[in-house]
């Protein structure tokens, strides 16, 4: 069974604070992904990574940076961070194989509030 | 990358049938369709996937239709773990990327 762990599940910050979200997976996958949820957006994808210290931005990149120090870890970092990015963060790892394109494997996910 | 439309809400029994609709008229002849599902405070669930015809696995079956304009994800035998929301995707062959839209919302009641 593929295997996405993110840490911590919650995090409490304060506003103009740093924050990294940290995600691991075992499934020696290439592709991971860093998307957020909030309510009535479903997912919008934040950053993703094709491979170690390779990082791209994804729909809604602002504020956020990303960094892929290895296949096994991905961390989503916020500089100076902001109530509006109080939100319930997830990050996925993905392969591509066989016919179609990627299954992606999530993790719990991170509940960011920002006061 | 195709649009999809689903059906925001569905009810269903435990033990019934659940069939869940997906429109995607724009559909490229590169597109693949995915079904995920997503449980509270967890992170979206892969179901299946389909090109065209009709696809089963362990979990669910998926029927696609003959010009590719519409999918139905079938769950048997629904229970109450079958609560959830269920993302119908459409995304290119190597695609980076999988774009979730709002879903389905399944209730199911004993």
């Known amino acids: 069974e593929a295997a996405v762990t993110q840490s911590p599940r919650n995090k409490v910050a304060v506003t103009g604070g740093k924050v990294t979200l940290s995600c691991n997976q075992t499934?020696?996958?290439?592709?991971m992904y860093w998307y957020r949820q909030d309510t009535g957006h479903g997912l919008r994808l934040i950053h993703y990574s094709y491979g170690a210290g390779s990082t791209e931005k994804g729909d809604i990149p602002d504020g956020y940076k990303a960094s892929r120090p290895s296949q096994e870890n991905f961390s989503l970092i916020l500089e100076l961070a902001t109530p509006s990015q109080t939100s319930v963060y997830f990050c996925?790892?993905?392969?591509?194989?066989?016919?179609?394109?990627?299954?992606?494997?999530f993790g719990s996910g991170t509940r960011l509030t920002v006061l | 990358l195709a649009k999809t439309t689903q059906p925001p809400s569905m009810e269903a029994y435990e033990g019934q049938e659940v069939n869940v609709s997906c429109s995607h008229t724009n559909i490229a002849t590169s597109e693949y369709i995915y079904w995920y599902r997503q449980v509270p405070h967890q992170g979206p669930q892969f179901i299946i996937q389909g090109y065209k015809d009709y696809v089963v696995n362990e979990v669910a079956s998926l029927f696609i239709s003959a010009d590719r304009k519409l999918s139905t994800l079938s769950l048997p035998w629904v229970s109450l773990r079958d609560a959830a929301v269920y993302y119908c995707i459409v995304t290119d062959i190597g695609s980076w990327q999988l774009i979730f839209g709002s879903g389905t919302q399944l209730t199911v009641m004993p």
């Open positions: 499934n020696n996958h290439n592709n």
């Open positions: 996925a790892s993905g392969r591509t194989g066989g016919a179609g394109a990627e299954t992606l494997y």
